[in-house]
């Protein structure tokens, strides 16, 4: 059964420039997330189109409610709502759309409409979600993300409430379960650099063994020797930082009694962190793969490098 996802990531002095890169697909590549696939950006929708830059948005609702404003003070709140993956299987787009614009809906009923300066639907990574930003200013002009979201328990009752909005017009849908809950750390944006990276180099190591034959073995097997003691130790680096984050996630979920059996039952929908890291341990598998494909003569020759310098060290 699949679970709807509401996550809140509140962004003090200013980072509006960097989220509205990411949201508004301003540029070209974006090499944190290898998810990002950039010719689909196009199909990306806005149901809020903000009328301005970030920054300006924000600054603008600030000054004109005549706030006070601390150093600390939140500025604005940058909201993802998705779903875990299997919710949108089999789902048209008109229907995808529909889910996320009621869950705009939803918002609006726990927030001021006019404090929401952006919301848009992302289609061009693997999962669909929607990123929405909004300014955290009370009805009476007060800028406060602490009154609006909450400590823990608010934040719990705010799952339970867009449970109970949003299971109306989906029956079968879970209640997701509360990043203050599970502890939920983002995974290191150099994990995902490493994969790109990564994924790169194997391509590049498919294409020279693919191209390698019987006139050119022997300058292609230099180059692919080359190509693969670089990648090797990166291999095996991603695949010990992917490993740790995989069992520090699992070891979260068991210490709590109260999630281990939707952990047991769920795995591959607990949380976005664990479905990124079922998204990285893919790519460990396919890279083992590949190893696996590499001529026995190669890999003859880079073990024994490989011993030569550890005799050497």
Request: contains cysteine; positive net charge; proline residues 4%.
């Amino acid at each position: 059964m699949a679970s709807v996802i509401l996550r809140f990531s509140k962004q003090k002095g200013n980072p509006a420039t960097k989220i509205e890169a990411h949201h508004e697909r301003t540029k070209e590549e974006y090499k944190s997330n290898p998810d990002i696939d950039t010719s689909k950006s196009k199909n990306n929708i806005h149901l809020i189109a903000p009328q301005m830059r970030y920054k300006a948005e924000v600054d603008k609702r600030i000054k004109e409610s005549g706030c006070r404003v601390r150093k600390d003070s939140t500025r604005f709140v940058d909201t993802l709502i998705t779903a875990s993956p299997e919710f949108f299987w089999n789902m048209t787009h008109e229907k995808m759309v529909e889910y996320f614009q009621r869950a705009v809906d939803f918002m609006k009923l726990k927030i001021r409409p006019d404090m929401i300066f952006s919301a848009v639907i992302h289609l061009d990574e693997k999962t669909p979600h929607l990123h929405l930003c909004f300014v955290p200013l009370t009805r009476d002009n007060r800028l406060t993300a602490k009154e609006i979201l909450g400590n823990r328990a608010k934040l719990s009752k705010w799952q339970d409430e867009f449970h109970e909005f949003m299971v109306k017009f989906y029956p079968d849908i879970e209640r997701g379960t509360s990043a203050t809950l599970t502890q939920r750390k983002h995974i290191p944006t150099y994990i995902f650099k490493s994969a790109a990276k990564l994924e790169k180099m194997q391509e590049d190591i498919e294409k020279v063994l693919k191209e390698t034959n019987f006139t050119n073995a022997s300058r292609n097997s230099e180059k692919a020797i080359k190509l693969i003691e670089d990648w090797v130790p990166r291999v095996e680096t991603f695949r010990t930082n992917v490993n740790m984050l995989y069992n520090a996630l699992e070891a979260e979920q068991k210490d709590n009694k109260a999630l281990t059996d939707a952990f047991v039952e769920a795995r591959d929908k607990a949380d976005s962190r664990l479905t990124e890291l079922l998204v990285l341990q893919n790519q460990l598998k396919s890279l083992q793969k590949l190893y696996s494909k590499v001529p026995e003569e190669i890999r003859k020759e880079i073990e024994a490098k490989k011993r030569s310098k550890e005799v050497e060290r």
